[in-house]
Nanobody
Framework: QVQLVESGGGMVQAGGSLRLSCAAS????????MGWFRQAPGNEREFIAL????????NYADSVKGRFTISRTNAKNTVYLQMNSLKPEDTAVYYC????????????????WGQGTQVTVSS
């Protein structure tokens, strides 16, 4: 069992930056593929970014490519999402998730989820 806790959300003006962190409990973090998803009111949860167990492979949604960067530090049991050039349409609750088996864009492939952190971008 692994528990995930996100932090770093907040309110920022358009064009600004935020860095989200997701800390994992337990010793098995390096065995997890990690992903970031977000959900805006009235919308389905959408894939944002993923990173493989060792950090050697990443993937991004087209909507954030070139603006967001996912990274991880296995020694600290933490995955990060650096968000630059934020837009009002980035406003959502952001979730980190872990998968034992798949580095996937599909939220159903993930086994553990954090509670989410709110990101609000004002115009």
């Amino acid at each position: 069992q692994v528990q995930l806790v996100e932090s770093g959300g907040g309110m920022v003006q358009a064009g600004g930056s935020l860095r989200l962190s997701c800390a994992a409990s337990g010793r098995t973090f390096s065995s997890l593929h990690m992903g970031w998803f977000r959900q805006a009111p009235g919308n389905e949860r959408e894939f944002i970014a993923l990173i493989s167990r060792g950090g050697g492979s990443t993937n991004y949604a087209d909507s954030v490519k070139g603006r967001f960067t996912i990274s991880r530090t296995n020694a600290k049991n933490t995955v990060y999402l650096q968000m630059n050039s934020l837009k009002p349409e980035d406003t959502a609750v952001y979730y980190c998730a872990g998968s034992w088996n798949f580095a996937s864009v599909n939220s159903r492939e993930y086994d553990a989820w954090g509670q989410g952190t709110q990101v609000t971008v004002s115009s």
